[in-house]
């Protein structure tokens, strides 16, 4: 066993490997608040690499998780959750956390299957896929296709190859003492990194992309752009707000037929501009997202897709929709798809683990996620009052607070409530002498 693992285990009666063993109803009742997700004798553990917007769908469909991440001990207090790996690599090395995680999936009574919800663990599955395969089972397209859609370089040659519909775009290469181009775009552009990297903190913190009004503001950035050394995509914007986005959600079988769909849109982003969503709704796929799921089965034939993906588009103002990006990964929306009928990840553990799929169902339209902690910021910026906010987020389908399971929720803040109790006493002023 890796020597930079150590293994988080909820309170109970425990094995050497971090199994729990089963408990009484009411031990869990009193130590968790909720009895925890009864997994059939025999069914594999869903090693999830991602946050409780994976975990829930997983949990709905009755699949005891196994949460992976250095990141990952709020997870614990989940009842889905059997138990906690936060694998620690030295020096940022993707080997030890690869034969730490071959490792554990080796010693399961069944191989487990494993989920990734961001790039870097999309990436680093892919790129050792013959080494995880020998523990796990998980969907994956071809590496190098893979190594296309995230790398928004390649996505846009692979756009023109196949005839996408994606705006024009072009990539900047910022180098010191160079000059910005004179680029053979429409203004207004937006402008992004090729990949998701922390160095784009330094550009624009909060957001994911910047607007140039023209050649003037691409030549003010310039040097911010050159300082931070990375390669970026210009891109012809499309009018609209965050809003005007909307997705095609899909699980693409092994024999290329869709399992399972769903459309919807944004709701809101924090920062209102190129933000990170912060609530989110489904639409009808039938009605007000035909279009959108009629343009993704197009996307997802002509591209060969096997697998899950996301395919975000943004609605201009004639109604045409234009391809942004597409995340051949699971994602925070397929918490939504779950809550209203459409469970991806349990129909990819159904098709790895000989199970019968469950039964398919239209999404149900309207339903709603939400981030409340970034969402309350964004409705206030947006000009919704504060109980105008807590009346919608109330009804909210989905969301990092469920009444069911909402230990992940609130005991990382009970203990930073704690910790910082010591600190408010030290801090506070000494009693006024009378």
């Avoid at 829930?56 to 790996?85: E, K, N, Q």
């Avoid at 080796?106 to 191989?111: G, K, N, V």
């Avoid at 296709?145 to 692979?158: G, P, S």
């Avoid at 909307?246 to 399972?260: F, L, M, N, R, T």
Wanted: with cysteine.
């Amino acid at each position: 066993m890796s020597s930079a693992l150590r293994v988080t285990r909820r309170p109970g009666v425990a094995d050497r490997l971090g199994r729990t063993r089963p408990s009484t109803f009411a031990t869990e009742f009193f130590m968790f608040g909720f009895p925890r997700t009864r997994r059939p004798p025999g069914a594999p553990l869903a090693y999830v690499l991602g946050d409780m917007d994976l975990v829930r769908p997983l949990g709905l469909a009755g699949i005891r998780c196994v949460a992976v991440g250095a990141d990952a001990c709020g997870l614990a207090y989940s009842r889905h959750i059997a138990r906690v790996l936060p694998l620690q690599t030295e020096g940022g090395s993707q080997d030890a956390l690869v034969d730490a995680l071959v490792d554990f999936g080796l010693r399961e009574a069944q191989p487990p299957v494993l989920f990734f919800q961001e790039d870097a663990h999309l990436l680093m599955v892919s790129r050792h896929r013959r080494r995880l395969a020998q523990a796990f089972r998980f969907v994956l397209p071809a590496a190098d296709f893979i190594e296309q859609l995230v790398d928004k370089a390649r996505f846009q040659r692979l756009s023109q190859e196949r005839a996408l519909p994606v705006p024009r775009t072009r990539v900047l290469h910022p180098t010191p003492g160079s000059q910005p181009p004179a680029l053979d775009l429409r203004y207004p552009l937006i402008v992004k990194p090729l990949t998701r990297l922390a160095s784009w903190a330094a550009i624009e913190r909060g957001g994911k992309a910047l607007a140039l009004a023209g050649a003037a503001d691409l030549s003010a950035l310039w040097p911010r752009l050159t300082a931070a050394g990375i390669d970026l995509l210009a891109q012809e914007l499309i009018p609209g707000p965050e809003s005007a986005i909307e997705s095609y959600h899909v699980y693409v079988d092994a024999q290329g037929e869709v399992a399972g769909e769903f459309t919807g849109r944004k709701i809101r982003t924090y920062p209102a501009v190129y933000g990170h969503s912060t609530a989110l709704t489904l639409t009808d796929i039938r009605t007000q997202g035909a279009d959108v799921a009629a343009l993704g089965r197009e996307v997802a034939a002509r591209i060969g897709l096997r697998g899950v993906a996301k395919f975000d588009f943004k609605r201009a103002p004639d109604g045409g929709l234009h391809l942004l990006e597409i995340n051949p990964r699971f994602n925070l929306w397929h918490h939504l798809g779950a809550v209203a009928g459409v469970n991806l990840p349990a129909l990819v553990y159904a098709d790895l683990t000989g199970r019968r799929r469950p039964q398919a169902a239209i999404a149900r339209a309207g339903a709603c996620w939400c981030r409340p902690k970034e969402d309350r910021l964004a409705a206030r910026e947006a000009g919704c009052s504060t109980r105008a906010w807590l009346l919608w987020a109330a009804r909210c389908e989905a969301s990092s607070l469920r009444w069911d399971d909402p230990l992940p929720f609130l005991v990382p803040k009970l203990h930073r409530l704690m910790r910082m109790g010591p600190q408010m006493r030290r801090a506070a002023p000494p009693p006024a002498k009378t």
